[in-house]
Structure formats: structure tokens, C-alpha cells
């Protein structure tokens, strides 16, 4: 009966995803590649390819590489202000991608037509409810309310303030996916009944046995705990940074020190604010990529949320989402005992 009950809670987000649980995995440059994204959508999840500054040609190569891992559907997320945008849309066009992802800021003009034009569903995050309102009038098919909780790039609120906010408001016109700070079934359970569709999780999936991360980057994972999941601090109010959560390191150092760089460029009128917002989103890919590939854990970035504290062991993708879905079923057979 409590299977039931969650399958009942999550089947809308699961047939719109086209899998059997609802859980998507977020997508963390340099970790959600077609190794982790195949085990997840294999699994019963939706792995998202995270293309973040890929090129159109190693968008391509990825996604083809992908499919021949699983047969399963799975999305591709997009950066908004990736320069070549609408080739990379193309690119999940030729695919025949069902799921793409837009993050970063509003969807810039025609974009939503472009990736709807080629039949794939669009999701969208939804920092707030007048945003949630806006993109849902403007055509996207589904939501993710994330909080401030989460791992990488973060909004101002926390997720329980947000899923009470827009849930009630947007859950009966599109699906929405909580995320932010989840890392047990009971909270996804929480979730499910106040409306959600499902839920995105990444740090949970970050230190899977099929995710490529270091082994170094999983220890510092392991030994972590929920406080030492910063965000990063803005220096200067003309450069609008958004804030990144990851664990206190040198590399956060080092990214105060980047700012500075920036602005100083700013001042001198060497770069404007579209170049300036680029070359900080190209020092967090270099930052990650020296944690999650080199294993560089004190100067590298290692982008986590803070549920980082109950990522204890490494573990196979379906051994995670087995673990939820019993949580989740546990704790609403205890609600309704």
C-alpha cells in the first residue's frame, strides 16, 4: 500500500520524466557525464548530461556517447548565456533529446521556441513565484524550485521557504521538482505531498561508484559536513556574482581573488558585464575540473550542498535510489499508520 502511495505521489513527475521514479539528478560540470547520467537513467532516475561550456562538437560526442549506455531518456542542461546557445540547441535537437534543462537566468529571446520547436520539454529553475508565473506563461513545460541548500550556483532562499511559496501557487499547472538540501526519502516524501512532482538531487549522486570524480574529491565528500558547504561571498556590488556553494577550501581564496581581477578589468573597460560574467563561469569550470578530475581538493572547487553531510560512503547509483524510495515509502506508511 505505501508503494503505492509514493508511486501514486510521483507518477505525474515520473511520466512526464518517462521513468519510474521522479528523482532527477542535477547537473554538476565535470561529475554528470555519460557515465554517472547512463547509471542514473538506467537505475530508474533521470540523469541530465550538465554541458555547462562544452562546445557544440563535445556536446555532440557526449550525448551520442550516452546512448550508447542506456536506452533510458535523459536530459541535457544548458547554461543561458553560453555564447553558442542555439547551436547547442541543435545539437539536442539532432539527438532527438525528450528533456533539455535551461539554467542561469531567464531563457534569452526565442530560445524557449527553438528547443520547444524541436519537441523536447523544457525545464526550467524557478528562484521565486513571480519568475515560476513568468516562465510558465511563457511556454515551459515544468519547474525546479531549488534552494539555497544546494551544491554549485545558488539563489538567496531556502528551499522548505520556496516549495511553500510556489508549490501551492504552480503545482496544479506544471511539474514541479523540489531541490536544495535533499538527501533523505523522508524530506522527498515531505515534498511529494505538499505537491511536488518529484525532486532533483546531485550531491547525493556526486560520490556514486559510477561517478568519474577523483577518489580525493569523494573523500573530501565523506569527511564533510553540512556546515562546511559555503557559498561564496560577493565583493564587489557592480559585479553581480551569483553565489556558488561549495566546501570551504583554498580555491574559495582563490575566487575572492578572481573577482577582484574581474572588476579591476571592468573598471578599466578591458571587458563588459556579459565578458565579465563569462570569465567568472570559466574560472568555476577550471576550479572543478582541478577537484572533480585532477583531485586537486585544496585549490580546486569542490561544489557540494549541504546534504554533504549524509554522503558517508561510496555506493552504486541504484543502491541511492533504492534507499530513497524505501525512505520515502517508510515515512508516509508512518504518516498514515
Known amino acids: 500500500m505505501t508503494t503505492a502511495k509514493l508511486a501514486s505521489l510521483m507518477a505525474r513527475g515520473a511520466e512526464f520524466l518517462g521513468c519510474d521514479a521522479a528523482i532527477l539528478c542535477g547537473a554538476m ?4 557525464e555519460r557515465h554517472l547520467v547512463a547509471a542514473i537513467s538506467n537505475a530508474g532516475g533521470f540523469g541530465v548530461i550538465a554541458c555547462g561550456a562544452m562546445t557544440p562538437a563535445l556536446l555532440d560526442a557526449e550525448i551520442a556517447a550516452t546512448k550508447v549506455l542506456t536506452a533510458k531518456p535523459f536530459g541535457v542542461n544548458l547554461i543561458t548565456m553560453h555564447p553558442q546557445l542555439f547551436d547547442l540547441i541543435e545539437i539536442c535537437a539532432k539527438h532527438d533529446v525528450s528533456h533539455v534543462v535551461l539554467a542561469g537566468g531567464l531563457p534569452p529571446k526565442g530560445s524557449i521556441e527553438a528547443i520547444k520547436a524541436k519537441g523536447a520539454k523544457l525545464i526550467c529553475f524557478a528562484p521565486a513565484l513571480a519568475l515560476a508565473k513568468k516562465l510558465v506563461r511563457s511556454g515551459v513545460d515544468a519547474l525546479v524550485v531549488e534552494g539555497m541548500e544546494a551544491g554549485g550556483h545558488i539563489g538567496p532562499v531556502a528551499t522548505s521557504v520556496l516549495a511553500q511559496e510556489i508549490l501551492p501557487e504552480m503545482a496544479g499547472q506544471v511539474p514541479v521538482f523540489v531541490a536544495g538540501g535533499i538527501g533523505r526519502g523522508e524530506a522527498i516524501a515531505a515534498y511529494l505531498e505538499m505537491g511536488a512532482a518529484g525532486v532533483q538531487l546531485g550531491t547525493r549522486f556526486a560520490c556514486a561508484s559510477e561517478s568519474i570524480a577523483h577518489p580525493a574529491f569523494k573523500k ?7 556546515r562546511d558547504a559555503v557559498a561564496s561571498v560577493q565583493i564587489d556590488p557592480r559585479l553581480p556574482v551569483i553565489p556558488v556553494r561549495a566546501l570551504k577550501n583554498a580555491g574559495t581564496e582563490a575566487f575572492t581573488a578572481k573577482q577582484r581581477e574581474v572588476a579591476n578589468l571592468l ?5 563588459d558585464m556579459g565578458e565579465a560574467q563569462l570569465q567568472i563561469e570559466h574560472y568555476w569550470a577550471g576550479a572543478l ?4 578530475i585532477d583531485g586537486d581538493v585544496e585549490g580546486g572547487s569542490l561544489m557540494a550542498g549541504q546534504s554533504v553531510g549524509m554522503v558517508t560512503r561510496e555506493e552504486p547509483v541504484a543502491a541511492i535510489i533504492a534507499e530513497l524510495m524505501e525512505q520515502a515509502a517508510q515515512a508516509l506508511e508512518r504518516r498514515t499508520a
Open 29 to 32: 560540470s565535470w561529475v554528470s
Open 220 to 226: 573530501a565528500f565523506f569527511r564533510a559536513s553540512a
Open 267 to 271: 573598471d578599466s573597460g578591458a571587458v
Open 289 to 292: 575540473r582541478k577537484a572533480v
